[in-house]
T-cell receptor, first 111, second 115 residues
Framework: NAGVTQTPKFRVLKTGQSMTLLCAQD?????MYWYRQDPGMGLRLIHY???????AKGEVPDGYNVSRLKKQNFLLGLESAAPSQTSVYFC??????????FGSGTQLSVL | QQQVKQSPQSLIVQKGGISIINCAYE??????FPWYQQFPGKGPALLIA?????SEKKEGRFTISFNKSAKQFSLHIMDSQPGDSATYFC??????????????FGTGTRLKVLA
């Protein structure tokens, strides 16, 4: 049972490069989320989706875009990476806005 | 205000001792208060959660105490074990009442239990 799968697990970018993080869940969950985790700042919500074809901004959406074309996938894009986007990114999904199921994270470094 | 303030930032406890982590919130619209446990290199996982209609919830060695009037809630880990060493996050959500489906997380507490 895979749960929530994030790819890639590690990535190093140069400033200005673009990339897409993929999140896939096999639990048929409606809600999906992208968080970033930084030391001393906990988990901050970037964007979220309440269903296929919907997206909404979270606490720290600037510099990121998302898409939910299929119910099981939630993509996070960085169009022009900046050093401030160096972080660990977590995707999560939930059925009822109660229990969140998290992926194992993507460690991103922007040089 | 949407913040959830968590303390302490780090905690060292002897094996068999009680670990206590505190959180305070400001928005009275929050209606769901979970605690997540995160081991190094892993994503957070739900540990235990409470709704504001009860003052305490216990699951094994883990207990949430909730004080609605003070807008505070805490996690107590009884008989702490080295395997409990992890980072703990409190959170608050108001999804059921507002439909926004967003969690606000605390900043985390790194717990180390000494053998």
């Amino acid at each position: 049972n895979a749960g929530v799968t994030q790819t890639p697990k590690f990535r190093v970018l140069k400033t200005g490069q673009s990339m897409t993080l993929l999140c896939a869940q096999d639990m048929n969950h409606e809600y999906m989320y992208w968080y970033r985790q930084d030391p001393g700042m906990g988990l901050r919500l970037i964007h979220y989706s309440v269903g296929e074809g919907t997206t909404a901004k979270g606490e720290v959406p600037d510099g990121y875009n998302v898409s939910r074309l299929k119910k099981q996938n939630f993509l996070l894009g960085l169009e022009s990476a900046a050093p401030s986007q160096t972080s660990v990114y977590f995707c999560a999904s939930s059925a009822t806005n109660e229990k969140l199921f998290f992926g194992s994270g993507t460690q991103l470094s922007v040089l | 205000q949407q913040q959830v303030k968590q303390s302490p930032q780090s905690l060292i406890v002897q094996k068999g001792g009680i670990s206590i982590i505190n959180c305070a919130y400001e928005n009275t619209a929050f209606d769901y208060f979970p605690w997540y446990q995160q081991f190094p290199g892993k994503g957070p996982a739900l540990l235990i959660a409470i709704r504001p209609d009860v003052s305490e919830k216990k699951e094994g060695r883990f207990t949430i105490s909730f004080n609605k009037s003070a807008k505070q809630f805490s996690l107590h880990i009884m008989d702490s074990q080295p395997g409990d060493s992890a980072t703990y996050f409190c959170a608050a959500s108001k999804g059921w009442t507002s439909g926004t489906y967003k969690y606000i997380f605390g900043t985390g507490t790194r717990l180390k239990v000494l053998a």
